[in-house]
């Protein structure tokens, strides 16, 4: 799909994504669209095992946090070993991704 916004042309992808941490499916990423070169955002469904992470989604969600508390509620290994997958088999790792539950937005470094 294919919109217009101002001077720019905005293309959204209508495949489907799906988002690991691990071995765990956290969710499929759908109406992804470029934010700009390695920037990424898409609508996701958060699977039931992705329920699990709402605590480090929430903590993250704030923007200050990196300079609010010198310790993370979590285990650091949720920062790392994420993927997504485009094609079947073929996972590419990223950064851990930025999801608004609320809202059900996901943005990530491509």
């Known amino acids: 799909m294919t919109r ?3 001077q720019c ?7 489907e994504i799906k988002l690991y941490h691990g071995n765990t499916l956290i969710g499929i990423i ?16 958060i699977t039931a095992e992705g329920e699990s992470y709402r605590h480090v989604f929430t903590y993250l969600e704030d923007e200050g946090f990196m300079s609010n508390e010198p ?3 979590f285990e650091e290994t949720y920062l ?7 094609e ?3 996972l590419k790792e990223i ?8 809202d059900k937005e996901i943005i990530w470094h491509d």
């Not at 042309?9 to 495949?15: A, D, K, L, N, S």
């Open 95 to 102: 950064t851990i991704p930025a999801i608004y539950l609320d």
């Open 30 to 45: 759908t109406d992804v669209a470029p934010e700009d070169s390695f920037l990424w955002n898409g609508t996701i469904a």
């Open 71 to 73: 310790d993370l509620p």
């Open 88 to 90: 079947p088999g073929v």
């Open 4 to 6: 217009t916004t101002g």
């Open 80 to 86: 790392d070993n994420w993927f997504i997958e485009k």
């Open 9 to 15: 042309e905005v293309v959204t992808m209508t495949e």
